[in-house]
């Protein structure tokens, strides 16, 4: 009876040490510059825009409109956006009460290929999930 609960011990503490390294074996980098279709999941609503990455800024084309900001952070699998909306006849309220409320940001699983998986947070809370899909790397 013994030797059972000791190799079901080994066992569990075996695969819970593997689970931790795949976790943390992410392949993250910095995402390139370039143009990226971010397009959410069906309970998402479908929308999809485009946002371009180019150095330390980033354009967000959505709905015939551009939303220029600054990248705060691109690393470690997430993507921060610092969305700098002015109060100029270009933005509505709801867009300059979002950018000074909330720090959105994009966690990916990876950070390689040309399909990249997400979930959006920070818009109402640092832990709640705004949105989830794919940013589509455009060629």
Known sequence: MRRKISLSISATTTALLLLGKLAHGQDCEKLEDGK?????????????????????????????????????????CTLRL???????TTSNAVQRVLSKSSKPYFEFQTTRGRRLKFRLTGY???????????FIKKR
């Open 124 to 134: 109402a809370g640092p832990h709640t999930t705004s949105g989830e899909g794919q």
């Open 36 to 76: 990226y279709r971010v397009k959410f999941n069906k309970e998402f609503g479908s929308a999809s825009y485009v946002l371009s990455l180019e150095g330390d800024y980033f354009t967000e084309l959505k709905d015939g409109r551009e939303i220029k900001g600054k990248i705060d952070g691109n690393e470690n």
């Open 82 to 88: 610092n969305y700098m909306i002015t109060s100029d």
